[in-house]
């Protein structure tokens, strides 16, 4: 079990570039999630998606877009980078039932995006 | 709404002991917590689900008081391995965590 897998680990962008950060996990979570982290600070939820087809916008949704096409992948897409987009990116999941309501989130290693 | 932890450093001997608290405004229905060490991702410790329930993980217990809309987290004979920062997270609808803003524990030897 590799649990949630994030690529790439670090990555500079130029101003108005854009790229595709990649999530996967193998742990048939119905929950995904993605989160950035500026430095010295909490973690704020950009996207979420509760099941394949599923998505839908958290606290900071702009200048980024998201897809979840099967279980286990979870894209989060960057368009047109900006420096303020410049944190650690990290991607979560979790498995949720009627029985329980939510389980703890299993988190990615994180991606350390700047953008020059 | 994020929810308010305090203090936000801590700084202790190996070996003391440490409350955090974790407030919130908003009604809470279960409270998350994780471990953050330095340059790696959180890692979850423990889930309240109920109000008034206390959970264990090592020498590390917490509470979740639901009228008072607060939880906290205890580590008891703190040991070198607890440093990092804590973050309190509660859940605000579909399952999605909205996360303090942590709260920082230096243990020295």
């Known amino acids: 079990n590799a649990g949630v897998t994030q690529t790439p680990k670090f990555r500079i962008l130029k101003i108005g570039q854009s790229m595709t950060l990649q999530c996967t996990q193998d742990?048939?979570?119905?929950?995904m999630y993605w989160y950035r982290q500026d430095p010295g600070m909490g973690l704020k939820l950009i996207y979420y998606?509760?099941?394949?087809?599923?998505?839908d916008k958290g606290e900071v949704p702009n200048g980024y877009n998201v897809s979840r096409s099967t279980t286990e992948d979870f894209p989060l897409r960057l368009e047109l980078a900006a420096p303020s987009q410049t944190s650690v990116y990290f991607c979560?999941?979790?498995?949720?039932?009627?029985?329980?309501?939510?389980?703890?989130?299993?988190f990615g290693s994180g991606t350390r995006l700047t953008v020059v | 709404q994020q929810p308010v932890q305090s203090p936000q450093a801590v700084i202790l001997r190996e070996g003391e002991d440490a409350v955090i608290n974790c407030s919130s405004s908003?009604?809470?229905?279960?409270v998350h917590w994780y471990r953050q060490k330095h340059g790696e991702a959180p890692v979850f410790l423990m889930i309240?689900?109920?109000?008034?329930e206390q959970k264990g993980h090592e020498k590390i217990s917490a509470s979740f008081n639901e009228k008072k809309q607060q939880s906290s987290l205890y580590l008891t004979a703190s040991q070198l391995s607890y440093s990092g920062t804590y973050f309190c997270?509660?859940?605000?609808?579909?399952?999605?965590?909205?996360f303090g803003q942590g709260t920082r524990l230096t243990i020295n030897p």
């Open positions: 979560a999941s979790s498995y949720s039932s009627q029985r329980q309501a939510n389980y703890g989130y299993t």
């Open positions: 742990m048939n979570h119905n929950y």
């Open positions: 998606s509760v099941g394949a087809g599923i998505t």
């Open positions: 908003k009604a809470l229905y279960s």
């Open positions: 309240l689900l109920k109000g008034g």
């Open positions: 997270g509660t859940v605000q609808g579909a399952q999605k965590l909205v």
